[in-house]
């Protein structure tokens, strides 16, 4: 059965890096792509970033684009998403969701994913 697991999230310093990690089991990342989405406390949950299955082409929101890296490590069913220079603003819990498609096209219309992770918190304070 489909399953993904975020992991690595904490609270980090403004300023500072994080990587948060999805493990995946019950498909290949060799024909998925995979998408991160955050939700902040009374706010929607907004699409942050997406990686193809096919050449690996990476997708970002302008508010994380130059600061946040996603990647992907096929042998071992794992995405990341490397943050940083992390902003109080990106505190949020922070999921990886897939379509099991191969495309990111319209990755941020969390309506296109059947299968989501249960999320990991990352808190960006001092």
């Known amino acids: 059965q489909v399953q993904l697991v975020e992991s690595g999230g904490g609270l980090v310093q403004p300023g500072g890096s994080l990587r948060v990690s999805c493990a995946v089991s019950?498909?290949?990342?060799?024909?998925?792509?995979i998408a991160w989405f955050r939700q902040a406390p009374g706010k929607e949950r907004e699409g942050v970033s997406c990686?193809?299955?096919?050449?690996?082409?990476?997708y970002y929101a302008d508010s994380v684009k130059g600061r946040f890296s996603i990647s992907r490590d096929n042998a071992k069913n794992t995405v990341y998403l490397q943050m940083n220079s992390l902003k109080p603003e990106d505190t949020a819990v922070y999921y990886c969701?897939?379509?099991?498609?191969?495309?990111?096209?319209?990755?941020?219309?969390?309506?296109?994913?059947?299968?989501w992770g249960q999320g990991t918190q990352v808190t960006v304070s001092s």
């Open positions: 019950g498909f290949t990342l060799d024909y998925a792509a």
């Open positions: 969701a897939t379509d099991l498609g191969p495309s990111c096209e319209d990755y941020g219309l969390e309506g296109l994913y059947d299968y």
């Open positions: 990686i193809t299955s096919s050449d690996g082409s990476t």
